[in-house]
């Protein structure tokens, strides 16, 4: 086979020059949409909530509020609060009390409520696109048995969140392999427009890529909610997804696709009719004005396919998100020109025997520049989600991150081998020219193995049904042997094309890394929550010991109380007291009481009423405090049918 490499012209200037304009266009084009953009923590979380987790109050509250890290979208089923016996208790209206950096939501519960312990459990979409959801129980009263179990799965899991995650990796492969065919095809080798392999791979990503997105779009609703698959049904359920960020970003997408069906038409259509009407050097002459509009508006649409991604994202929210959504745009590009074009390349090794080994030397270039973006934006991206190296060993996302960077380490080691003998390819044809020479100017091309293979004679089908189909696999396993046979007359493209097989298995291994990533919470966001977490953690158990004097102002109404509240911890805790009179000894009241406020958090006062042990002794068991703080311990004494008084003391809890 011979292979002449076109000489420069115009039209290559122009496609050198592509790459900046490109990026100008793109900034100009998206500047509106990032400059909306206002930061956040990527995947929201529960700071606060009224009643807290574990809090015993004395009266039934009016409401219960839930207070976000981040802005989260809540419908009027997303806060459910349960009786002791399952029954719901709330409204069912929830209620916005968001104001300024404040993201708050609650709902209205029944009046009236009874004694006993109440569950709520909760769901919400993040604003980067991820479903979130928790429960916790609070009592009135006092704790009781209760018949609600909490729930044991998160949201966004379940048979829906797997099908939901296996959209996603299609549509990140669809992507991937429709942007990197059409690059390979318009830097590296625009005489593959015309070969139907590289068609039905492009056409074939462009078809999965809108499946997935439709999918994604009609799974929006159980996936962040109920976890149903009859919900993919359910029109009001869509309605309020197309009303969400993510929904519109999956209406973009779909809308994009069409403008890139357009882009497909023209380019297997037109564009590869006139590259088979052109010869190398007439080329670039006749069709450079086509390529450069192709490739411009190629670049527009694939941009804006990625921004679909990036503002609706991890890069959306967190820090920075003006600089990481271009980053990431710029990413997924890289991406796509690398690892698709490595596959279109695979292809057309495999199944187009006449690819010029110029082509192969181009996208050699065009996938050391792919990997130069990817490694400056991936280190970025790594530094905004991580935040630091600890998060790189002690999180899910960190530990996916590192896994990742190793993929993508073996793929470059890969790659460095398919660059050796993409240099063996370009230095094959001067020697076999010259053994051609010797051998009296004649060349073996495929064209010769082809016509030395293919049938002398043609074919006469047969009537008999069976001895046709007989023919035919036979007639089908000759063509095989003979493209086998084509393909492996080359030695040097022989071994480009495993060691690009081992690159594209590599790569699809790295891209089911990158979709678990997306949905994973990142590390600076787990570290900031543990942060938060620790910063309530009780100082190591140790029993609270205070000794209150009273004086009730009557007959014998002077003595004191010892208290001793053990653990001393946030939680469950037991309670003793002993009195004493003016003597010293033990004093048999009437009556004793005793109530925990929490001035600082609004909590309380929580009743205790100690039972009798032993003269001058009471003891209470499962006295419950919700939060750690300053606690204000009021004591109540009663000496005598009118003579009473309440002492108290402030202690520290955790």
């Not at 690159?503 to 890394?513: K, N, P, Q, R």
Request: proline residues 5%.
């Amino acid at each position: 086979m011979t292979a002449t490499a076109p000489a420069p012209s115009t039209a290559r200037a122009r496609a050198t020059a592509l790459l900046p304009r490109l990026a100008l266009v793109l900034a100009a084009l998206l500047a509106t949409l990032f400059t909306a953009a206002a930061p956040a923590t990527a995947h929201a979380a529960l700071t606060a909530s009224d009643p807290t987790d574990g809090a015993v109050v004395a009266t039934a509250p009016a409401q219960v509020t839930l207070s976000f890290s981040e802005q989260v979208a809540m419908g009027d089923d997303s806060i459910r609060v349960l009786d002791p016996q399952g029954r719901r208790v709330d409204t069912g209206e929830l209620r916005d009390m968001c104001s300024g950096n404040t993201v708050r939501y609650g709902t209205a519960l029944h009046s009236g409520l009874p004694n006993g312990t109440y569950t709520v459990a909760w769901q919400a979409v993040s604003a980067d696109s991820h479903p979130i959801s928790g429960a916790f129980t609070f009592s009135i009263g006092a704790p009781s048995a209760t018949e609600v179990s909490l729930p044991t799965t998160t949201a966004g899991g379940g048979p829906v969140g797997i099908a939901y995650g296996i959209a996603r990796y299609a549509a990140y492969a669809g992507f991937t392999v429709l942007v990197g065919g059409a690059a390979f095809i318009l830097l590296c080798w625009r005489r593959g427009a015309a070969q139907r392999p590289l068609q039905k791979l492009v056409v074939r990503a462009w078809v999965t890529l809108t499946a997935a997105t439709l999918a994604m779009l009609v799974l929006r609703t159980p996936y962040t909610g109920s976890g149903r698959f009859a919900d993919v049904f359910d029109l009001d359920g869509l309605r309020a997804v197309l009303e969400t960020k993510t929904g519109a970003s999956l209406v973009s997408r779909l809308l994009l696709l069409g403008a890139a069906a357009l882009f497909v038409a023209v380019l297997f259509g037109v564009y590869a009719r006139r590259m088979q009407d052109v010869t190398s050097e007439e080329e670039d002459k006749d069709t450079g004005d086509l390529t450069f509009g192709l490739a411009i508006g190629g670049a527009v649409v694939a941009g804006g396919i990625a921004a679909t991604w990036a503002l609706s994202e991890h890069a959306s929210t967190g820090i920075q998100p003006g600089l990481a959504m271009p980053a990431d745009i710029l990413h997924m590009l890289a991406v796509a020109t690398w690892l698709g074009g490595l596959s279109a390349l695979l292809v057309a090794l495999h199944k187009v025997p006449g690819i010029e080994r110029s082509a192969v030397r181009r996208f050699s270039g065009v996938a050391f520049v792919s990997v130069v973006v990817l490694a400056v934006t991936g280190v970025y991206q790594a530094w905004r989600q991580t935040g630091s190296w600890s998060a790189l060993t002690g999180t899910e996302y960190g530990r996916l991150l590192l896994l990742k960077v190793a993929l993508v380490a073996v793929l470059l080691g890969v790659a460095y081998l398919s660059r050796k003998w993409t240099a063996r390819l370009a230095e094959a044809p001067a020697a076999r020219e010259g053994a051609a020479s010797e051998a009296g100017g004649q060349e073996v091309t495929a064209d010769d193995v082809s016509r030395e293979t293919s049938p002398a004679a043609t074919v006469t089908v047969p009537a008999d049904p069976e001895r046709a189909a007989q023919l035919a696999r036979q007639r089908a396993a000759l063509e095989n042997a003979r493209e086998k046979r084509v393909r492996d007359a080359d030695p040097d493209r022989a071994g480009l094309r495993r060691s690009v097989l081992v690159e594209a298995a590599i790569a699809v291994v790295l891209l089911v890394v990158t979709t678990i990533l997306t949905s994973t919470e990142p590390g600076r966001t787990v570290e900031q929550e543990a942060a938060r977490g620790s910063s309530a953690t009780a100082v190591p158990d140790r029993a609270v010991k205070i000794t209150l004097p009273f004086d009730t102002g009557g007959q014998n109404g002077k003595g004191s109380v010892r208290l001793e509240l053990d653990p001393g911890r946030v939680g469950a805790n037991t309670l003793h007291l002993w009195a004493d009179n003016g003597d010293g000894q033990p004093f048999d009241l009437p009556e004793i009481k005793v109530a925990f406020t929490l001035p600082a958090k609004d909590i309380g006062p929580l009743p205790v009423v100690p039972d009798q042990a032993a003269p001058g002794h009471w003891t209470a068991s499962g006295v419950q405090l919700p939060l750690a703080g300053e606690w204000r311990i009021d004591v109540t004494v009663r000496t005598s049918d009118i003579d009473q008084t309440t002492v108290q003391k402030t202690v520290k809890i955790g």
